[in-house]
T-cell receptor, first 113, second 111 residues
Framework: NAGVTQTPKFRILKIGQSMTLQCAQDMNHNYMYWYRQDPGMGLKLIYY???????DKGEVPNGYNVSRSTTEDFPLRLELAAPSQTSVYFC????????????FGSGTQLSVL | GDSVTQMEGPVTLSEEAFLTINCTYTATGYPSLFWYVQYPGEGLQLLLKATKADDKGSNKGFEATYRKETTSFHLEKGSVQVSDSAVYFC??????????FGKGTRLHILP
């Protein structure tokens, strides 16, 4: 059982470049989330989705876009990378009940230079 | 909005010492409360949870009690081990389907 799979694990971008962080889960979870983790700052919610075709903004959505065309996939798009987006990005999924646990991917370390 | 505040780290203890990591929350209604742990180079994983007032979550020797009167969910362990060295996150989940995390507390256990 693969759980939540994120790719790539590491990436270096130049300012202004674009990229997509991939996230896939094989647990048939309805809920999926994108977080960023900055050093000493904990996790901030970027976007989340409660099902295919439904997405909503979290605390820090500016500079990012998401789509949810299938239950399994929840890609995160950076259109014009900026140094402020240097961070570790985590994708997570869960079942619809709010007190169910989040399953996290292993993260993508992104540097924008 | 909802928020979680936890004690600043790093926390450094000797093996077999008693551990407390404080966590307080602000939320409307009756949120579920969680402690997550992040080992070096890994994603977060759920350590324990509590879904209503006075519930006690426990796992791997760690405990936390949901205290509605003080809006707290402090993490405790009676005797820590070197393998407990990690970053610990307090979090809450509410009816709007979002999980809100605290900033994390880094724990170092010395042999």
């Amino acid at each position: 059982n693969a759980g939540v799979t994120q790719t790539p694990k590491f990436r270096i971008l130049k300012i202004g470049q674009s990229m997509t962080l991939q996230c896939a889960q094989d647990m048939n979870h309805n809920y999926m989330y994108w977080y960023r983790q900055d050093p000493g700052m904990g996790l901030k919610l970027i976007y989340y989705s409660v099902g295919a075709g439904i997405t909503d903004k979290g605390e820090v959505p500016n500079g990012y876009n998401v789509s949810r065309s299938t239950t399994e996939d929840f890609p995160l798009r950076l259109e014009l990378a900026a140094p402020s987006q240097t961070s570790v990005y985590f994708c997570a999924s869960s079942t619809p009940e709010v007190n169910e646990k989040l399953f996290f991917g292993s993260g993508t370390q992104l540097s924008v230079l | 909005g909802d928020s979680v505040t936890q004690m600043e780290g790093p926390v450094t203890l000797s093996e077999e010492a008693f551990l407390t990591i404080n966590c307080t929350y602000t939320a409307t209604g009756y949120p579920s409360l969680f402690w997550y742990v992040q080992y070096p180079g890994e994603g977060l994983q759920l350590l324990l949870k509590a879904t209503k007032a006075d519930d006690k979550g426990s796992n791997k020797g760690f405990e936390a009690t949901y205290r509605k009167e003080t809006t707290s969910f402090h993490l405790e362990k009676g005797s820590v081990q070197v393998s407990d060295s990690a970053v610990y996150f307090c979090a809450l989940g509410n009816r709007d389907d979002k999980i809100i995390f605290g900033k994390g507390t880094r724990l170092h256990i010395l042999p």
